[in-house]
């Protein structure tokens, strides 16, 4: 009764032993995988440890009054604000002042810090400016270019100025160009925004300053121009006007 007793744990000893062969290739499959996964695991770990050790510390949102962020576990921290400026001599040292402005051909931008960038007016170079041959010797007028445009007859909204090639500054739209072109009878006609302006010099009266008249507007699409009344504009030279009347 022993012996039979003791058979059956034998038979299913020898038999998983007989079957262990024919499984190896799939069990070792399996170990394979997982170490796999164990030293891909471990990979990712150290990667994420370095990259974390070379990036700077973050900080919370500055503000006027400082930054503050909270903790894990659940403390507020607070950001102190920066230092005031360094004291040398008893004096306070300040920001370094903003760039100059830098000449850009016909005008200046100024840089007053970042994102600000204003156009300022500048004058024009000598050589830009139209000649006296262009001009003929009544609209040279001893150098002066820039015409104050009065549009009322009295007061000034703008200026234009003769450049060489006949080629006009304005003042108008923003600061935009246009073209200029001297007839036989001495009139010039300048041509910007939507006009044709046709300009007559005035006979000179004693010491006063040159002075244009407007005689005729048309439009460059050939439509007819809706004020019909007789023009009051004049150009004044810049460079005779009072400082007191000029604009600005």
Do not use: Y
Request: proline fraction near 9%.
């Amino acid at each position: 009764p022993g012996r039979s007793s003791a058979r059956p744990p034998r038979a299913a000893a020898m038999a998983a032993w007989q079957l262990l062969p024919s499984r190896w290739p799939a069990l070792r499959q399996g170990w394979l995988v997982f170490l796999s996964l164990v030293a891909l695991s471990a990979v990712r770990r150290w990667l994420l440890s370095k990259a974390s050790g070379d990036r700077p510390p973050r900080r919370g949102g500055a503000g006027r009054g400082g930054s503050s962020n909270r903790g894990g576990s659940g403390h507020r921290l607070t950001v102190p604000e920066a230092a005031p400026p360094a004291r040398q001599d008893g004096v306070v040292s300040r920001r370094p002042r903003a760039e100059a402005p830098k000449a850009t051909g016909g005008t200046r931008t100024w840089h007053g810090g970042v994102g600000a960038s204003v156009a300022l007016p500048s004058a024009s170079s000598p050589g830009s400016l139209a000649s006296e041959e262009e001009l003929g010797p009544r609209w040279h007028c001893g150098g002066a270019r820039r015409w104050l445009w009065l549009h009322d007859g009295s007061r000034s909204n703008g200026w234009i100025e003769f450049r060489r090639g006949g080629q006009l500054k304005t003042s108008f739209g923003g600061g935009g160009t246009g073209s200029w072109e001297r007839r036989q009878t001495d009139e010039i006609v300048a041509t910007f925004g939507k006009c044709h302006h046709v300009l007559e010099l005035l006979p000179p009266e004693g010491d006063t300053t040159p002075t244009f008249a407007l005689r005729k507007r048309a439009m460059k699409d050939g439509s007819p121009v809706r004020d019909k009344r007789p023009p009051r504009t004049r150009g004044v030279l810049e460079a005779g006007r009072p400082s007191a009347a000029r604009p600005g």
